[in-house]
């Protein structure tokens, strides 16, 4: 599919790179906002699985730079912003960027650190593996990122905080809310207008982080395994009992975004300028570093007749 083509068959593609965000993303957490008002009293900020960096656009304007901008702002009340990724990220004006696996107890030091004993208000977690295309397989690698970034949130989260998590709709989801509530007080599966229908993720809202009495951070699995089984829905062992009969929990699902705002699955015309033709826009910030990079230069090279694949070995 060429640039323009692209820019007709996704709206919010084309919309990004008008707006500067460096990727469609973007309003995905513009949306999630706007239903929940997320970044309301925010000034701490941990944004994981973060490149290329979209996201962390977003938390550096809505908070860094109107903090930084203001009059009377003090360089010690400028909100922090910690964005980790796997890949390398181009700069963010505000984001602290640091390049790390977050199943990786190391990186979550390495956050924690950078927060030096202050607690964030607020993490998200836009993480989503090499979708493999098999629906059990890709769930389970993303529960994995979720559970990644939930012990981060165990060690990281104030009291009352919020946590936003990408989420694949699956036979496990109803385990998961109930994970979840464990923690938070109000969980909301939400469904932003820019998530294309046809894609199962949707992403977890966890408002007023609240651990159970007593609850000590090393004994996350534990707990976590106690709610239930990963077996599926129907045979959730909830040790509380409120997921059994007449108590079963249903999920609150809620679509966001302004229901009469652009519609993802939909292809729209595109807008003519002065000469009458139209020009697609380059990307805003492609990922520097990808793990498909290796890949496209192949490509490349065999489009341009080069051809010979064993001397680009995947071997750097
Ligand atoms: N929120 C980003 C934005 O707006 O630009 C997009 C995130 S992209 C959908 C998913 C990201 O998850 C990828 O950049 C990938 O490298 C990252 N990721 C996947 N597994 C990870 C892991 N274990 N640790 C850190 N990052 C990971």
């Given at each position: 599919?060429?640039?323009?083509s ?8 084309r919309k ?33 699985c ?5 996201w ?8 860094y730079?109107p ?6 702002s003090k360089?010690?009340?400028l909100p ?13 004006e505000?984001?602290?960027?640091v ?10 030091e390495?956050v924690?650190?950078?927060f030096d004993?202050?607690?964030?208000d607020?993490v ?16 389970f690698v993303q529960s ?23 989420i ?5 989801t ?10 938070f ?15 199962i ?10 651990p ?17 089984s990963?077996?599926?829905?129907d ?11 007449p108590n079963k929990?249903?999920?609150p ?6 229901l ?8 729209y ?17 492609p ?11 192949m ?18």
């Amino acid at each position: 599919m060429g640039k323009a083509s692209r820019d007709k068959r996704d709206i919010y593609y084309r919309k990004a790179k008008e707006e500067g965000w460096r990727a469609r993303s973007a309003f995905k957490l513009l949306q999630i906002d706007e239903e929940f008002n997320i970044f309301e009293g925010v000034k701490h900020v941990v944004d994981l699985c973060a490149a290329p960096g979209s996201w962390s656009q977003v938390l550096s304007r809505k908070l860094y730079l109107p903090a930084k901008l203001s009059p009377d702002s003090k360089e010690s009340d400028l909100p922090l912003i910690v964005a980790i990724d796997l890949q390398p990220m181009a700069p963010i004006e505000g984001v602290i960027q640091v390049q790390g696996d977050i199943t990786n107890a190391r990186t979550a030091e390495v956050v924690i650190r950078h927060f030096d004993g202050c607690k964030a208000d607020l993490v998200v977690c836009d993480g989503a593996p090499d979708v493999t295309g098999l629906h059990d397989m890709d769930e389970f690698v993303q529960s994995q990122l979720i559970l990644a970034g939930l012990t981060i949130v165990t060690h990281i989260l104030k009291k009352g905080g919020k946590f936003i998590a990408k989420i694949f709709r699956g036979k496990d989801t109803s385990l998961l809310y109930c994970q979840l509530k464990l923690f938070f007080t109000d969980v909301t599966f939400a469904k932003p207008k820019s998530s294309r229908n046809s894609s199962i993720e949707a992403f977890a809202v966890c408002e007023n982080y609240s651990p159970p009495e007593g609850f000590n951070e090393k004994d996350l699995h534990r707990l976590l395994e106690k709610v239930g089984s990963p077996s599926g829905g129907d045979d959730l062992d909830c040790s509380s009992g409120w997921l059994e009969g007449p108590n079963k929990v249903y999920i609150p699902f809620l679509a966001c975004g302004d229901l009469s705002g652009y519609d993802s699955d939909r292809s729209y015309p595109l807008p003519k300028v002065a000469e009458g033709t139209y020009q697609s826009l380059d990307p805003i910030q492609p990922p520097i570093a990808p793990p498909y990079k290796r890949a496209l230069e192949m490509k490349k090279a065999s489009n341009h007749g080069i051809g010979d694949f064993d001397k680009l070995s995947l071997d750097p």
